[in-house]
């Protein structure tokens, strides 16, 4: 197990890496399906007529797209520092998945229920990718045998 040393985090467990490769391929599938959606919905017409609609489509389809970017690109960087590339630190600003671009929900009400699934999908990623990463930067306790063991070693 490797620890990054700025800040005492572990990196590169198997459970880690696991997480981050399915949390990858799941970002990209919504993705490609996300942009395939609102490609259709702009493109078929379905809010021709109603500028309003087809403003707070552009609007919504570029949030959601940039949720999914900002996912996608914490992940790439979790990547990089479970391989042990130099250059991806947890200080990085890409190692922070930061605040999300939320859903006016009150426009995407008029949309479809597939783009409003998608839209939501994006949101509960984002949810799930900042609850992992603020799990994994809680340190880890100190069970009583480890810290006992500890005491010892100094000792020696």
Not at 2 to 14: E, R, S
Not at 50 to 68: G, I
Not at 96 to 109: K, N, Q, S
Not at 120 to 146: C, D, H, K, N, Y
Request: one cysteine or more; glycine letters at 8%; charged letters at 20%.
């Amino acid at each position: 197990m490797a620890t990054d040393p700025t800040n005492g985090i572990a990196i590169g467990l198997p459970v880690h890496r696991a997480q981050v490769e399915n949390l990858y391929v799941e970002a990209m599938l919504l993705a490609d399906e996300a942009h395939a959606a609102f490609a259709a919905e702009r493109d078929l017409g379905a809010v021709g007529g109603d500028a309003l609609l087809q403003v707070s489509l552009a609007c919504e389809s570029l949030k959601t797209t940039t949720r999914l970017m900002h996912i996608v690109a914490w992940l790439l960087h979790r990547r990089a520092m479970i391989a042990g590339d130099p250059g991806a630190g947890a200080g990085d600003s890409a190692a922070r998945i930061g605040e999300p671009v939320a859903a006016d929900w009150e426009v995407c009400a008029r949309f479809a229920m597939p783009l409003r699934r998608i839209v939501a999908a994006s949101e509960r990623l984002f949810e799930r990718i900042a609850a992992l990463e603020a799990g994994w930067e809680t340190p880890i306790a100190v069970t009583p045998v480890q810290a006992m063991l500890a005491q010892l070693e100094a000792r020696l």
